[in-house]
T-cell receptor, first 114, second 109 residues
Framework: NAGVMQNPRHLVRRRGQEARLRCSPM?????VYWYRQLPEEGLKFMVY????????ESGMPKERFSAEFPKEGPSILRIQQVVRGDSAAYFC????????????FGPGTRLTVT | AQRVTQPEKLLSVFKGAPVELKCNYS??????LFWYVQYSRQRLQLLLR??SRESIKGFTADLNKGETSFHLKKPFAQEEDSAMYYC???????????FGKGTKLSVKP
């Protein structure tokens, strides 16, 4: 089991462009969480998804950010019209099911907006 | 509001010395507390959780509901313990974790 995969590992975008971050959960895991880490900060929860459902998006900015976890394929975090303040490390975690299960983290995607 | 506080950004100790990484939380319900660790160039991984009451790599943590603390302790630090340590809280059924800002532990030879 390769663990949680995230790609790309590094992404550079100019202001106004779109950023797409992908997360493939561990085999057998149906729950995905996205977190954002700004410099000098801890990880901040963004969104919690199950296959084809958004369970909790209370941590997502109201505009420009969206997430999906389709029936087939990876989970996608999409940031439209990126701004410099979006520069951060974005981590994905997965768990097998129940909310109290351990979350397994991916290596993260470092987004830099120039 | 739910919050996790790790007051020390950096903790530096010598090999063989005891180490305590502090974590305080604010939560009105019954929280689930975790310690995650990130070694250099590795991904974040679970170190221990309070309900399991295990000792992992010599580390222990006791949940003190009166002081709302979940400090991480090890009696004799090793150089390989050098890493970033994050305390986290889960709000039970809601699944997502609330993290502290992390403490960087540096164990010197």
């Amino acid at each position: 089991n390769a663990g949680v995969m995230q790609n790309p590992r590094h992404l550079v975008r100019r202001r106004g462009q779109e950023a797409r971050l992908r997360c493939s959960p561990m085999k057998g895991h149906s729950h995905v969480y996205w977190y954002r880490q700004l410099p000098e900060e801890g990880l901040k929860f963004m969104v919690y998804l199950q296959k084809e459902n958004i369970i909790d998006e209370s941590g997502m900015p109201k505009e420009r950010f969206s997430a999906e976890f389709p029936k087939e394929g990876p989970s996608i975090l999409r940031i439209q019209q990126v701004v410099r303040g979006d520069s951060a490390a974005y981590f994905c975690a997965s768990s097998p099911g129940r909310s109290m299960d351990e979350q397994y983290f991916g290596p993260g995607t470092r987004l830099t907006v120039t | 509001a739910q919050r996790v506080t790790q007051p020390e950004k950096l903790l530096s100790v010598f090999k063989g010395a005891p180490v305590e990484l502090k974590c305080n939380y604010s939560y009105s319900g019954s929280p689930e507390l975790f310690w995650y660790v990130q070694y250099s160039r590795q991904r974040l991984q679970l170190l221990l959780r309070h309900i399991s009451r295990e000792s992992i790599k010599g580390f222990t943590a006791d949940l003190n509901k009166g002081e709302t603390s979940f400090h991480l302790k090890k009696p004799f630090a090793q150089e390989e313990d050098s890493a970033m340590y994050y305390c986290a809280l889960s709000r039970g059924s809601q699944g997502n974790l609330i993290f502290g800002k992390g403490t960087k532990l540096s164990v010197k030879p």
